[in-house]
């Protein structure tokens, strides 16, 4: 069955500086999606960005980028520039299209703290 | 605006007195789901359905029942709430035809508390 481990409860980064998320994932599946969201005390769950496995470059979005080794089964989110605005848990999944119910597997999350 | 709207926001109830958490989505997505969030776990599917009258169970369903008589509407159902379904709910709908790559939006979320 697939997983998704985030092994980092909680990180803290002082404003204006740069952190990374770690998140590992377990599948046999050679195409699938990975994810992050982002979760601020408001609850609302945010798309960050995604990922595809077929795709070899890394993707981007603004101040958010992701370190994605497919081989190693890795996809580490890259925030640069941390805002205050950026605290909150993150969340790494993943999705496949095998068997039927195409839901989303969690990691536990990584509360992340922004130091002003 | 596109929105997934859940309601009620915040709900404390007593064991075993029915509820029913709504969930609606005006995106015309055929996919709608509901999943729990509980500290340390991640979020876990409880039920998803994959069009009108197309249902099926998730890693934990136990305790739950949905619905989908309508495209837009996907409600979740506790026949008899227990203290164990103390959690925060989330509902969530995408396309299918775009594949998993396409996103899942998400309800505001649901606090519910059963004594």
């Known amino acids: 069955a697939q997983t998704v481990t985030q092994s980092q409860p909680e990180m803290s980064v002082q404003e204006a500086e740069t952190v990374t998320l770690s998140c590992t994932y377990d599948?046999?599946?050679?195409?699938?999606?990975l994810f992050w969201y982002k979760q601020p005390p408001s609850r609302q769950m945010i798309l960050v960005i995604r990922q595809e496995a077929y795709k070899q470059q890394n993707a981007t979005e603004n101040r958010f980028s992701v370190n994605f080794q497919k081989a190693a089964k890795s996809f580490s989110l890259k925030i640069s520039d941390s805002q205050l605005g950026d605290a909150a848990m993150y969340f790494c999944a993943y999705r496949d299209d095998r068997g039927s119910n195409y839901q989303l597997i969690w990691g536990a999350g990584t509360k992340l703290i922004i130091k002003p | 605006e596109a929105q997934v709207t859940q309601n009620p926001r915040y709900l404390i109830t007593v064991t075993g007195k029915k509820l029913t958490v709504t969930c609606s989505q005006n995106?015309?997505?055929?996919?709608m789901s509901w999943y729990r969030q509980d500290p340390g776990l991640g979020l876990r599917q409880i039920y998803y359905s994959m069009n009108v009258e197309v249902t099926d169970k998730g890693d934990v369903p136990e305790g739950y029942k949905v619905s989908r008589k309508e495209k837009r509407n996907f409600p979740l159902i506790l026949e008899s709430p227990s203290p164990n379904q103390t959690s925060l709910y989330f509902c969530a709908s995408s396309f299918l035809s775009a594949g998993v790559g396409s996103p899942l939006h998400f309800g505001n979320g649901t606090r519910l508390t059963v004594t």
């Open positions: 995106m015309n997505h055929e996919y």
């Open positions: 599948t046999s599946e050679s195409d699938y999606y």
